[in-house]
Nanobody
């Protein structure tokens, strides 16, 4: 069983920045594909960004491209989401997912609130 835990959420003013972290347990973190999603109340889960196991491949949703950056530190079993130029539309609960050999493990989420 892989434990996934997000952190770093909070309240920020529009135009500001915030950095989220996600740690995943296990000795083979380097093999995990890691993905960030977000969800607002009453809305569907939205893909944000993903990074492959080596960290060389990333992919972003159009809504965050150029503003958000996903990265990982395999030595720390951690993936990051640097969010810049935040707007009220980025207010959501952000979830981290680890994918290993077809299995998926989710964190509990961290709230990001952007005030206008």
């Amino acid at each position: 069983q892989v434990q996934v835990q997000e952190s770093g959420g909070g309240l920020v003013q529009a135009g500001g920045s915030l950095s989220l972290s996600c740690t995943a347990s296990g000795r083979t973190f380097i093999t995990y594909s890691m993905t960030w999603f977000r969800q607002a109340p009453g809305k569907e889960l939205e893909f944000v960004a993903t990074i492959n196991s080596s960290g060389g491949g990333t992919y972003y949703a159009d809504s965050v491209k150029g503003r958000f950056t996903i990265s990982r530190d395999n030595a720390k079993n951690t993936v990051y989401l640097q969010m810049n130029s935040l707007g009220p539309e980025d207010t959501d609960v952000y979830y981290c997912k680890a994918r290993i050999s077809g299995y998926e493990y989710w964190g509990q989420g961290t709230q990001v609130t952007v005030s206008s």
